[in-house]
């Protein structure tokens, strides 16, 4: 398994690529946020590509933790009676899945509506705790999310989703992204520098970070050379 890359070693890395004039040219703290914000778009441009490298899977009874600096109880996204909104972890992006873990609740679904959706309007108009079968859930705001009907009985979950990263601040700190990607995260940090220089080569520094993505994921064994028709977890839900 390749080592992770510092933020130390991938200011190093785009330094050379820079081929400063004079020496430090570009301070440490111009390159570590040309270096976020190139993992923040390595990280988009995964995304879209819908692979699953950026997921991460939590238990509601992990117990305390403290995610992207801020301290979080896991139990806070059980499903407790009579309650309708749960926190989500504060790196939440996007749910990909949501299973109960409680004896004899496993066949328990739940599937994805949006708050204006009529079933979903329905349920919320109803106010008794219903023994769990199917709950419908919206996703509000940043990390917020609502179930309807409310339930009767509390459940643990576990839940899969799509997380953000915590910025890299200090030398010693990680890119947390799967190799080779972090060429790509030094290609687009360079490109970033060259712009603000105003330098015709941020074209190509950022073409050859486009390529590294292509060239990952064009015949990557995630990826089939077949093309697939697959429903997705979140619409796979016809009605009642």
């Given at each position: 398994m390749a080592e992770l890359k510092t933020l130390t070693v991938l200011r190093t890395d785009v330094r050379d690529f820079l081929d400063e004039a004079s020496a430090s040219f570009w301070s440490n703290a111009q390159l570590n946020r040309y270096i976020n914000r190139a993992a923040d778009r390595?990280?988009?441009?995964?995304?879209?590509?819908?692979?699953?490298?950026?997921?991460?899977?939590?238990?509601?009874?992990?117990?305390?933790?403290?995610i992207l600096g801020e301290s979080y109880t896991a139990s806070s996204f059980a499903i407790v009676a009579g309650t309708r909104d749960y926190s989500l972890p504060p790196d939440f992006e996007e749910m990909k899945a949501i299973e109960v873990l409680t004896d004899n609740y496993e066949d328990v679904r739940f599937v994805y509506r949006d708050l204006s959706d009529p079933d979903m309007r329905a349920l919320l108009e109803i106010t008794d705790n219903q023994t769990p079968s199917t709950f419908l859930f919206s996703l509000i705001g940043t990390r917020t999310m609502r179930i309807a009907p409310l339930s009767d009985t509390a459940l643990d979950l576990r839940l899969t989703y799509v997380r953000r990263f915590a910025e890299m601040t200090t030398d010693t700190d990680t890119l947390t992204m799967p190799h080779p990607l972090y060429l790509a995260v030094e290609n687009y940090a360079t490109a970033f520098a060259l712009r603000q220089d105003r330098s015709p080569d941020a074209v190509t520094f950022a073409q050859d970070g486009d390529k590294v993505i292509a060239e990952m994921f064009g015949g990557h064994h995630r990826q089939s050379q077949d093309p697939e028709n697959v429903v997705g977890y979140l619409a796979d839900w016809t009605g009642w």
């Open positions: 390595v990280w988009a441009r995964v995304r879209a590509l819908n692979d699953e490298y950026f997921t991460i899977t939590r238990d509601s009874t992990d117990g305390a933790l403290t």
